[in-house]
């Protein structure tokens, strides 16, 4: 069973930056992996993917603001976020894809408010 723990989130002021991370209790290196967010009422939706060799994919609403990245020897995943929006507000979650099972975080909140 892989855990995944979620850091960083917070408030920030609209454009503002902020890091996300994302710390796994083995290794991350062969698997893809991925921040997801929520908010009230509706369903969790993909912000940004990486694959084993690096690959990205973002949402369209998150591209060219936010950078996704791994460290595999720290078996951690990161989630760069810059110009940050009151639309960004959300839990972000972390997961992991092990060949057909998925683990996901407890969740880190952002704040985008005034």
């Known amino acids: 069973q892989v855990q995944l723990v979620e850091s960083g989130g917070g408030l920030v002021q609209p454009g503002g930056s902020l890091r996300l991370s994302c710390a796994a209790s083995?290794?991350?290196?062969?698997?893809?992996m991925g921040w997801y967010r929520q908010t009230p009422g509706k369903e969790r939706d993909m912000v940004a993917t990486?694959?084993?060799?690096?690959?990205?994919d973002y949402a369209d609403s998150v591209k060219g603001r936010f950078t996704i990245s791994r460290d595999n020897a720290k078996n951690t995943l990161s989630l760069q976020m810059n110009s940050l929006k009151p639309e960004d507000t959300a839990v972000y979650y972390c997961?992991?894809?092990?060949?057909?099972?998925?683990?996901w975080g407890q969740g880190t909140q952002l704040t985008v408010s005034s």
């Open positions: 997961r992991l894809r092990r060949y057909s099972k998925l683990y």
């Open positions: 083995e290794s991350i290196s062969s698997f893809s």
């Open positions: 990486i694959t084993a060799s690096g690959i990205a």
